[in-house]
């Protein structure tokens, strides 16, 4: 079976076929065009958020009020795909823990209320925000499950050596049907007056 691809100039036009390239195994042998997310970031299907400038604590337990909450509306007709998670140290003594994904997975959830709901950035600077809404401090319909650590926090006092920003990327294997929600929170020592900055990335795919 003879296969081929479509083979497009530098302004995206079609200009005829080619055959694609396979090893003596048989794999397919390709090359990336660009950054792993670029063609959904040109599609403007990524999107992020973070909390608010004053920052906010990171917790001590699960609960129904996490400090940071990813919500995919109910009938949204997409498919919210986590990317990745950002945790900022904004100031105070934080304590000693685990910044966890918690998740609230009954899809027919009450819509978070209270607390602050943030406004979502797309990733093509300019675009307009996509259909998740996202939440600070608000509650939830329910306390939310851990569905694994993202983050170890080390107790900090102050002084010179301050933490540096924690990030970890999800791969996409994180993905939110529509009703569905997913939090970032602290299990840890309560410090004294701790303030984080929290945010958090991702695609908007049709289901």
């Not at 497009?8 to 950054?35: E, K, V």
């Not at 945790?87 to 910044?99: E, F, H, Q, V």
Request: net charge neutral.
């Amino acid at each position: 079976m003879l296969a081929e691809g479509q083979i497009r100039d530098s302004a995206g036009r079609a200009s005829g076929y080619g055959s694609l390239l396979f090893t003596p195994n048989g794999d397919l042998i390709a090359t990336p065009a660009h950054a792993m997310y670029a063609e959904a970031g040109r599609l403007a299907r990524i999107h992020s958020a973070c909390t608010g400038v004053a920052g906010v604590a990171p917790g001590t337990a699960l609960s129904t009020t996490p400090p940071f909450t990813l919500y995919n509306p109910a009938n949204s007709g997409i498919v919210a795909v986590v990317l990745s998670a950002s945790l900022g140290y904004i100031s105070g003594t934080l304590g000693a823990g685990t910044i966890v994904f918690a998740v609230n997975a009954t899809p027919g959830q009450a819509v978070p209320t209270g607390g602050t709901e943030l406004t979502p950035q797309c990733q093509l600077v300019g675009s307009a925000r996509g259909t998740c809404r996202v939440f600070q401090a608000s509650t939830l319909a329910a306390t939310p499950v851990i569905l694994r650590p993202v983050f170890i926090i080390g107790a900090y006092v102050g002084g010179a050596d301050v933490p540096g920003e924690k990030a970890t990327s999800t791969q996409g294997s994180i993905q939110l049907s529509p009703g569905t929600s997913i939090s970032l929170q602290g299990i840890a020592a309560a410090g004294t007056t701790p303030l984080v900055l929290l945010s958090m990335e991702w695609e908007e795919m049709p289901t």
